[in-house]
């Protein structure tokens, strides 16, 4: 016969278990304010406030944190947004191993818990005059929580300001290069798509005469020809492009260049045009994320005291520390005092109590509470 649940025994039970766990803990655990790993004596903790000048805040753009992922059925969600945590992160860092970053990949594992809203949707396309529909799952991410993601996984961020190359490119089919203007968008279809996985747009030329004389620029990957053409458009960032058959296949020369200086030169040949016409976006991109990405500020990593309230039960402590070691900017979480009514823990972070607390706002399971004396942060178990 089972009895009746009881606080007080639970709590009893509690304060036991963490006391044995706390009498393992290393020396540094028993200073909440300590931090990580060996340090002289009178080394003050790091925090938010004693942290060096950073540079301004990058600009964000919301558009970046949403995207959409193409699956056979709506039943592999879980799969599907871990895709689409690695297509964000790549976009917003430029840097196109960045799904594997191990941050990034722990994030991954609970990608859900980075999720603003997701849908699933119907589209029809059209292959060899057949239509076929394809099911699409759109996720919008929390720009604060996978900022600190990538802030924990060392990544850079590569701000929302980005050129926007007018596209100079000459195709030929066999019967002589000629440019792709603003009238002809399906030609360089595959190429705007890649360019929007990778945060980059391309603007086309309108194709007036002078434009069309210019062919034989954008044939010899002329940039520097091309610059008075560029600069009419108020820009000063161009990509150059020929694209053209190669045996049984074809193949395509590219240049990218801003404010005169060339900024990537790269070659790309396959059978299929379309993988060929999307190839001028990947070297560049690379090469610009290179060059403009930055650090971003969420705080100093280390290790934090925090106290957590709201726990009646080892079951709660045991959903409290799953969802901490659950949570990608948390290295490693060691308790150190338990009493009726407060949790005691030193959390190792890869991001500032600033960073940290963003990323719980966005979850259900603690909720910011008012920070006891000492600048101890301080939280409820919801």
Same mark, same amino acid.
């Given at each position: 016969m089972s009895t009746p649940f009881s606080p007080r025994i639970a709590r009893l039970r509690l304060l036991a278990v963490l006391l044995a766990a706390c009498a393992g803990l290393p020396a540094w655990a028993a200073n909440p304010a300590g931090p990580a790993g060996p340090a002289a004596p009178g080394t003050p903790a790091p925090t938010d406030a004693t942290k060096p000048a950073a540079r301004p805040k990058p600009v964000r753009n919301p558009a970046f944190y949403?995207? !959409?992922?193409?699956?056979?059925?709506?039943?592999? +969600? #879980?799969?599907?947004?871990?895709? %689409?945590?690695?297509?964000?992160?790549?976009?917003?860092?430029?840097? @196109?191993? $960045?799904?594997?970053? @191990? *941050?990034?990949?722990r994030a991954a594992g609970n990608a859900e818990t980075l999720v603003l809203r997701s849908a699933f949707r119907q589209e029809q396309d059209t292959v060899n005059g057949v239509p076929v529909y394809k099911t699409i799952l759109g996720v919008a991410f929390d720009p604060e929580a *996978? !900022?600190?993601?990538?802030? /924990?996984?060392?990544?850079?961020?590569?701000?929302?300001?980005? @050129? +926007?190359?007018?596209?100079w490119l000459a195709i030929d089919d066999g019967r002589g290069p000629r440019l792709v203007t603003g009238q002809q968008p399906n030609v360089v279809k595959p190429l705007a798509a890649r360019g929007l996985e990778r945060g980059m747009r391309f603007l086309l030329p309108a194709g007036n005469a002078a434009?069309?004389? /210019? &062919?034989? /620029?954008?044939?010899?990957?002329?940039?520097?020809?091309?610059? @008075?053409?560029?600069?009419?458009?108020?820009? !000063? =960032?161009?990509? *150059?492009?020929? &694209?053209? #058959?190669?045996?049984?296949?074809? =193949? /395509? !020369?590219?240049?990218? $260049?801003?404010?005169? %200086?060339? *900024? $990537? #030169?790269?070659?790309f040949a396959d059978a299929d045009p379309r993988r060929v016409i999307a190839s001028g976006v990947d070297e560049g991109?690379? $090469?610009?994320?290179?060059?403009?990405?930055?650090?971003?500020?969420?705080?100093? =990593?280390?290790?934090?005291?925090?106290e957590i309230g709201g726990i009646g039960s080892q079951g709660d402590y045991l959903r409290l520390m799953s969802y901490l070691q659950g949570l990608p900017v948390v290295r490693r979480v060691a308790p150190v005092e338990a009493t009726p009514d407060m949790l005691r823990l030193n959390l190792d972070l890869g991001v500032g109590i600033k960073g940290f607390r963003s990323m719980v706002a966005g979850g259900s399971t603690l909720r910011a509470a008012a920070d006891s004396g000492g600048g101890t942060a301080r939280f409820e178990l919801q």
């Open positions: 949403t995207t !959409d992922v193409t699956v056979q059925s709506e039943n592999e +969600k #879980r799969g599907a947004l871990i895709r %689409a945590l690695g297509q964000v992160v790549v976009r917003l860092t430029g840097n @196109p191993q $960045a799904a594997q970053n @191990p *941050v990034v990949r *996978v !900022d600190n993601v990538i802030g /924990a996984s060392g990544l850079k961020f590569w701000t929302n300001a980005r @050129p +926007k190359p007018i596209l434009e069309m004389a /210019a &062919v034989p /620029a954008i044939w010899r990957l002329d940039s520097s020809a091309l610059q @008075p053409l560029t600069a009419r458009y108020s820009n !000063d =960032a161009e990509l *150059v492009g020929k &694209v053209y #058959r190669m045996g049984s296949g074809w =193949a /395509a !020369d590219w240049v990218l $260049a801003q404010a005169g %200086a060339e *900024v $990537a #030169r790269w070659s991109a690379n $090469a610009i994320a290179k060059r403009d990405s930055v650090g971003l500020d969420t705080g100093v =990593a280390g290790m934090y005291a925090v």
